[in-house]
């Protein structure tokens, strides 16, 4: 039967690596969490770096997000900063006026930019394709707007100072102690494991129907108006609960030029460099967009006037020569059947054993 | 009144300078159904090259001649070298949207190096050619009735290059249909070339004209406009040549009565809140012509 599967090469790097991962799957997770957990105690975890990958995880986090929306239903916003700015400031004004605790104004925070992203879903009925990115990035501008003009609430121009770090029984979670990357590691495998259950779901699937061709998915009954504002509104909580999070760990200080157009197309690009549809992507793009300007003007320090341009060349050279991204690869792997599929085939003795697709 | 007569006018005169920009968007859109993002950093690169020319005293004319026609070699140049290998491998839309942010940055970057241009503002030469216009308490900048002759110009030749010549026409054609129109024996490539080019000299000619009304630029000058040109070519219905004058027209008044009215805070945004009052109640646009959903 193996020769059957066409164009897949058996002796191919990605075959070989695939089948590796998944076989050793459950070792290589405990390494990677134990990497994880121990990453703040030893000795590379200075400020800096403690920065940079709080920084990485926090845009794989709103990668994943936006990733929900453009990469499983297929529909690109240009302004997921508006949700970004509309969590980071219900969160630090609950936090800062009504002397709420960091936990429930992060929930909280969510789900006003859930509310947010429903009312913003509503247009995607009437439009599609690029009409609907055009309202999203005007509603980035429009939560600018309210953000500088609302000044008895937001305080404008100024911003919000003073917001209080997050606590959990008396503990304080700061840079230092490595707490901000604790709750940002738990958040975004949170968030990962989260999209992870969506796409396997009866959701997800809708979403992907929905992308590949909306009116079959009408067709076959998929309630498309539904599930449009729906991964509208996931992905706006994800977002919402990411700008939640950096309203604490910017220095207690936000203002409205921390969530402008610039930050949507810097999420957007974490997405589709690291590699529309997946989680490994958002990870892997959120690691290489944030760490190029970091890294860069060290290394090439005569360059440094020169490393926005780069990255812009580094941008154009991705869409040119990768455009599904840089882990953007169609997966060798069988594909994963749910068990009572695999016991109804089993039981029709098409596979043999039932057993986890090994030989498919 | 006069204040608001004032701002009207102030209004009218910026219009006409961003439909000259939203006639980039525009055609483009048209031909390729694409949002070119790297439009806005076009016109910034307009305004420098005047600013160069006059600063090697070639004269006012002159600079903004050689600098429209730098411009739109330049928009040229980002077609051919990003845009056009990803329409030859088919990939999908969001990579070619990405793509013109990054030519966006390239651009703007380029021209903040400190030697090339910097990063600072730096000092436009005024287009105050002649006396302000007075008519009761109201002045009118000379540089603002350039501003207006200028663009009314413009777009009356761009109407008639649309509508009367043959490559009007092949732009038409494959506005309506790429593949029908190469069968017919239009050079494709040819032609969206050429589509890019007029959008940068547009962009080049209204950066020079706005330039010369504010006196400064700045590499990140392209960023706003860019932006609020394309909210007024999508107002006027994307694709169609008079909707992005309207559109142009119905921003610029807008925002220059809203900023008189309740502050500058709300100028930049004031495009956008038109922008999806319109979308939402009219989805192509003033002008646009209804897509059509083929199975």
């Not at chain 1, 109804?344 to 030989?359: F, I, M, Y």
């Not at chain 2, 590499?219 to 706003?224: R, V, W």
Request: charged fraction near 10%.
């Amino acid at each position: 039967m193996k020769k059957k599967l066409g164009t897949i090469r058996e002796n191919g790097f990605l075959y070989v690596f695939e089948h590796f991962i998944d076989a050793h799957r459950a070792a290589l997770i405990a390494l990677l969490a134990l990497l994880a957990i121990a990453f703040p105690y030893t000795p590379v975890a200075d400020r800096s770096t403690q920065r940079i990958v709080t920084m990485i995880l926090l845009y794989a986090m709103l990668g994943m997000g936006l990733n929900v929306l453009t990469g499983y239903a297929g529909m690109v916003s240009l302004g997921h900063a508006g949700f970004y700015g509309i969590g980071a400031y219900c969160c630090a004004l609950l936090t800062t006026r009504l002397n709420f605790s960091f936990w429930p104004a992060l929930l909280l925070a969510g789900c006003l930019a859930a509310l947010v992203g429903f009312l913003l879903g509503l247009p995607s009925l009437r439009l599609s394709g690029t009409y609907l990115s055009i309202v999203t990035l005007g509603f980035c501008e429009i939560v600018q707007m309210v953000l500088k003009q609302w000044d008895s609430v937001t305080n404008g121009n100024y911003g919000i100072r003073n917001i209080p770090k997050p606590e959990l029984f008396g503990h304080q979670f700061n840079l230092q102690n490595g707490g901000f990357y604790q709750i940002i590691l738990a958040l975004s495998v949170l968030t990962a494991l989260g999209c992870l259950a969506i796409k396997r779901s009866k959701y997800g699937r809708a979403f992907q129907a929905i992308r590949d061709d909306e009116l079959a998915a009408g067709m076959m009954g998929v309630r498309t108006a539904r599930y449009k504002i729906l991964a509208f509104v996931i992905s706006a909580f994800i977002t919402g609960v990411a700008g939640g999070f950096y309203s604490v760990i910017n220095n207690g200080y936000i203002e409205p030029n921390n969530f402008v157009f610039n930050v949507s197309v810097l999420i957007i690009s974490v997405v589709v460099v690291g590699g529309l549809g997946t989680i490994r992507g958002m990870f892997f793009g959120a690691a290489l967009l944030q760490l190029f300007p970091q890294v860069f003007p060290q290394v090439f320090r005569f360059l440094n006037e020169w490393r926005f341009v780069i990255y812009g060349v580094l941008l154009v050279a991705a869409m040119r020569f990768r455009p599904q991204g840089a882990l953007g690869w169609q997966s060798t792997l069988p594909y994963p059947l749910s068990r009572r599929t695999r016991e109804e085939l089993a039981h029709r003795s098409v596979l043999p054993g039932g057993e986890k697709g090994a030989t498919p | 009144m006069q204040t608001f007569l004032g701002a009207v006018i102030n209004g009218l005169a910026l219009g006409m300078a961003y439909a000259l920009i939203a006639v980039g968007y525009s055609m483009v859109f048209g031909v390729l159904r694409l949002i070119n993002f790297s439009h806005g950093a076009v016109y910034a690169f307009g305004a420098y090259m005047v600013f160069f020319f006059v600063s090697l005293k070639l004269g006012l004319l002159a600079s903004i001649l050689l600098s429209v026609v730098i411009s739109g070699l330049l928009a040229m140049l980002v077609d051919k070298v990003a845009l056009e290998p990803l329409r030859k491998k088919k990939s999908i839309p969001i990579a070619t949207l990405i793509t013109t942010i990054g030519v966006s940055f390239i651009i703007q970057n380029v021209l903040s190096i400190e030697y090339v241009f910097g990063s600072e503002r730096r000092a436009f030469p005024s287009t105050n050619l002649f006396a302000n216009l007075s008519i009761g308490n109201i002045t009118i900048q000379s540089s603002q009735i350039i501003m207006l002759i200028v663009a009314v110009l413009l777009l009356g030749v761009l109407t008639f290059l649309v509508q009367g010549t043959k490559v009007g026409l092949a732009m038409r054609a494959i506005e309506q249909n790429r593949k029908a129109a190469h069968l017919a024996g239009i050079n494709v490539d040819l032609v969206i070339s050429f589509t890019f080019f007029i959008g940068g000299a547009c962009a080049a000619i209204a950066g020079a004209l706005i330039g010369g009304y504010y006196g400064v630029i700045n590499p990140g000058m392209g960023s706003t406009i860019g932006l609020k040109a394309f909210a007024a070519a999508v107002v006027g219905g994307i694709g169609v040549l008079h909707g992005a004058v309207v559109g142009g027209l119905v921003v610029g008044v807008v925002e220059c009565v809203a900023a008189q009215y309740l502050g500058s805070n709300v100028r930049d945004p004031m495009a956008f809140v038109i922008l999806i009052l319109i979308l939402i109640l009219k989805p192509n646009g003033l002008f646009g012509k209804k897509g059509i959903t083929k199975v």
